[in-house]
């Protein structure tokens, strides 16, 4: 007799309660509305009125009732006046990583691979067949046994050196990651919110960390005129504003935040638009939304060159695909022998999971 064959189990989808399904569109339009609940219930209750998404035994108002009972927003002073709490801002967060990257189980460790297998310290989901020297511990008992009731079937079942499976370790990295989006204000123009797309392949990413990589570190900053650092939990509050793109702040702050760490592996993600049209030189700034101007180019160029001296690759995630903005990233690409990626907005959390768990370096 050979061994049985089995195939996949698909549980069946247990349907979601009224308030489970509401919450999730709720929770889409708070990224929408930055985090402004009183507006994004509006938004809500037109919805429902267009779309019938609640019925007379479970309408809006219980929904309302719910979310305060359920810890996910307060009423201020009794005014009908709403904020979110932090189980609301897990949540979103949550949401985003599901959606972006899947569901990934949580790590015991959480670190990241490199291209080196053997005696690492963390088990991967490569197997081999048995050799001389492997360790006891590296045996895979469930597909050693599986390879033979294949193999000899079960009415005289034995288990010899062919059937043996192991399994292959890793050797694993830490890494420091700063992600910067460009909030100025050419995130939103032409009718294309641009903002909110970034802001929720940051939430997935830094839930991602927090989740699966807990050794790593996250550290995000946004960029307009200006250049400054934000928490994770601002995340759904974030609006753009009437900003220029002065990258080169921004590349400064993220270099200063990365001499910080003592991780040896460290990275720059950027997620823009446009091209750096603003410096800052002394309390004055000097702006130019025309073209490529060749003294902003330059001092962002040689950042990038300093970026890469210091082993600081930084990955450019271009939500644009105008060839004027290409012919900049390849050349910012090129001086600092980083990645860059041209994406549309449906693509980039896609872009930026990939592009992290590819960061793969041993660290010597």
């Not at 991967?124 to 390879?147: A, E, L």
């Amino acid at each position: 007799m050979i061994g049985y064959r089995f195939k996949e189990y698909i549980p069946e989808k247990k349907k979601a309660s009224n308030f489970d399904e509401l919450l999730n569109i709720f929770m889409q339009i708070m990224l929408v509305t930055s985090g402004d609940v009183s507006e994004a219930l509006q938004w809500l209750t037109n919805l429902d009125k267009q779309y019938n998404l609640t019925d007379e035994n479970y309408g809006i108002g219980d929904f309302i009732k719910d979310l305060k009972d359920k810890g996910y927003v307060t009423e201020e002073n009794g005014k009908g006046t709403f904020k979110l709490t932090a189980k609301s801002e897990q949540k979103i967060r949550k949401n985003a990583l599901e959606e972006i990257f899947g569901k990934l189980k949580k790590g015991s460790r959480g670190n990241h691979r490199t291209q080196h297998s053997g005696l690492g310290d963390e088990k991967s989901t490569d197997r081999r067949n048995f050799q001389f020297g492997d360790s006891i511990q590296q045996i895979s008992i469930t597909d050693s046994i599986k390879n033979a009731h294949i193999n000899h079937g079960l009415s005289d079942f034995m288990l010899t050196e062919e059937d043996l499976e192991v399994v292959e370790n890793e050797f694993k990295t830490q890494t420091s990651t700063v992600l910067m989006i460009d909030i100025s204000h050419s995130m939103i123009l032409y009718g294309e919110d641009r903002i909110t797309p970034a802001k929720k392949v940051a939430m997935a990413l830094a839930e991602l960390i927090t989740t699966r990589y807990p050794k790593d570190t996250l550290d995000i900053i946004v960029f307009g005129n200006d250049a400054w650092q934000i928490k994770i939990k601002d995340l759904p509050y974030l609006q753009v504003g009437p900003y220029h793109t002065n990258t080169v702040a921004g590349l400064e702050l993220a270099m200063d935040i990365l001499r910080r760490r003592k991780n040896t592996n460290k990275q720059i993600f950027m997620i823009t638009d446009g091209k750096p049209t603003c410096l800052k030189q002394g309390i004055k700034y000097y702006k130019n939304s025309f073209g490529l101007d060749s003294k902003i180019l330059k001092k962002t160029l040689n950042l990038a060159i300093q970026c890469r001296k210091l082993s600081i690759p930084v990955t450019t995630f271009m939500i644009a695909t105008d060839p004027y903005l290409k012919e900049f990233v390849k050349e910012f690409t090129q001086a600092n022998n980083g990645n860059a990626y041209y994406s549309g907005l449906q693509g980039l959390g896609d872009l930026v999971f990939e592009d992290y768990k590819r960061n793969r370096r041993k660290n010597i």
